[in-house]
């Protein structure tokens, strides 16, 4: 079957929540009115189960998906993960990579090399505590974040790739700490302008710390230039040290929208495909799973939502898109 291909951007890239759970309210998903102790997380019986999400991988690779990664919620609270990931791992000429708060990692980290898993992001947002409760309302401290990193680096889960959400007026300032000690670790930071992402963040455009600032902070310090793109269609504009020491990534959806060259769909843990971070709704796959389709029905499904895609939430982004309805991050991943 030929790759899916809607405006010139083939499918490749799919990223699939495994749970709407977490151990920490990030910085997109804070209010703890809403997400609290009292929040009501997807029943059991309403998440797909790891046979279902493995074979709408293998029907997703069939169309020409080259890289899953699975996100959460933290997807380590998934009970059992490794095993998906030994399922998902059987799927030729797949990527199979994953994002986490790291937290779990110092547990998990040897079973997922083990299992299959390529390599993995952490998100981190500061190494001060204090700054990092603030943008996640953690209980546990940076240490074990980065206990975790070691945990993955010493199972050979690399390279490691860690992403930073910067706030204004919250942790611009560690901008300069993150860079410094990653670039000594050997790990790759990517900075990721704040976006709009859902309906509870209390978003706006003046806490956006552009990509461009964020460049010529760094250059002030560490002189960079420019790295080609791995491929196209990725999301993080790369940056190299100019004395070789390695390089970092700007994620700029804010100030420099990429949705012409967006390749990625996201699957919910209950099932639902999202074509655009900040889609309003999603296309059920769940009942297909579960009413009897044969493949050939859901690979027609597939088809005909990539190929009906006319996403651009970011290149259209203004005042008057921000009280539009949008998908949660719990649901969706990054």
Not at 28 to 53: A, H, N, S, W
Not at 253 to 274: H, I, K, M, P, W
Not at 317 to 322: D, H
């Amino acid at each position: 079957m030929p790759l899916l291909d809607t405006l010139n951007r083939p499918l490749r890239d799919l990223r699939i929540s495994v749970t709407d759970r977490c151990n920490f309210r990030c910085v997109y998903c804070m209010p703890k009115e809403i997400f609290g102790p009292e929040y009501q997380f997807l029943p059991r019986d309403k998440v797909l189960t790891f046979e279902e999400i493995t074979r709408l991988a293998r029907l997703f690779a069939s169309v020409g998906v080259k890289k899953i990664r699975l996100t959460g919620g933290e997807p380590l609270v998934r009970k059992d993960l490794p095993e998906l990931v030994a399922m998902l791992s059987h799927i030729p000429d797949m990527e199979l990579t994953m994002t986490t708060n790291g937290s779990l990692l110092p547990r998990f980290a040897s079973q997922l090399k083990k299992a299959g898993l390529k390599r993995l992001t952490v998100s981190l947002d500061s190494l001060d505590n204090e700054i990092f409760k603030a943008m996640n309302d953690v209980d546990f401290p940076v240490e074990k974040v980065l206990e975790g990193m070691d945990a993955a680096k010493a199972a050979g889960l690399e390279p490691i790739k860690v992403n930073m959400v910067v706030k204004r007026g919250v942790n611009e300032q560690s901008i300069l700490p993150m860079a410094r000690f990653f670039r000594e670790k050997g790990f790759i930071l990517r900075f990721i302008e704040y976006m709009d992402v859902g309906q509870t963040n209390g978003w706006r455009t003046n806490d956006v710390v552009s990509a461009k600032e964020i460049i010529s902070m760094l250059n002030t310090e560490m002189p960079l230039e420019p790295a080609d793109p791995n491929y196209r269609g990725e999301v993080a504009e790369r940056w190299r040290y100019k004395d070789g020491s390695g390089e970092v990534g700007v994620i700029a959806s804010v100030t420099q929208a990429f949705c012409r060259d967006c390749n990625r769909s996201r699957l919910s843990a209950e099932g639902q495909l999202y074509t655009c971070l900040f889609a309003v709704k999603g296309h059920d796959f769940r009942d297909l799973l579960r009413n009897g389709a044969s493949d050939a029905d859901i690979l027609q499904k597939i088809e005909t939502v990539w190929g009906k895609r006319a996403d651009r939430y970011s290149e259209i982004r203004s005042e008057n898109t921000i009280p539009l309805p949008k998908v949660e991050m719990s649901h969706i991943g990054g």
